[in-house]
């Protein structure tokens, strides 16, 4: 598999969690969350090293936001608590594998009462 895919989005209160998914295929360098609101560019999320976890975050998100992975499913996750309208974006999942880079289709995520 070349393509990550996503999965978990969905529509949340304000105050509320989601948790969402990307499965890749192996050999992983690192793999990420990006995020891109309507009329906005793509920022970064947070974004996890997959041999030693080390993780940077966007100051946006520090503090509400995990991310982590499980090694042997090739799996990334973004726990996201706390979540604020602002936080609505198509969610997007980044691979970094053998010096390139593959991106999901997005998962929609909308925080709003």
């Known amino acids: 598999q070349v393509q990550p895919v996503e999965s978990g989005g969905g529509l949340v209160q304000p105050g509320g969690s989601l948790r969402l998914s990307c499965a890749a295929s192996?050999?992983?360098?690192?793999m990420g969350w990006y995020r891109q609101a309507p009329g906005k560019e793509r920022e970064l999320v947070a974004v996890i090293n997959w041999s030693g976890g080390n993780t940077v975050y966007a100051d946006s998100v520090k503090g509400r936001f995990t991310i982590s992975r499980d090694n042997a499913k090739y799996t990334v996750y973004l726990q996201m608590n706390s979540l604020k309208p602002e936080d609505t974006a198509v969610y997007y999942c980044n691979v970094e594998r053998w010096g390139l880079h593959y991106w999901g289709q997005g998962t929609q995520v909308t925080v709003s009462s």
């Open positions: 192996g050999n992983i360098k690192s």
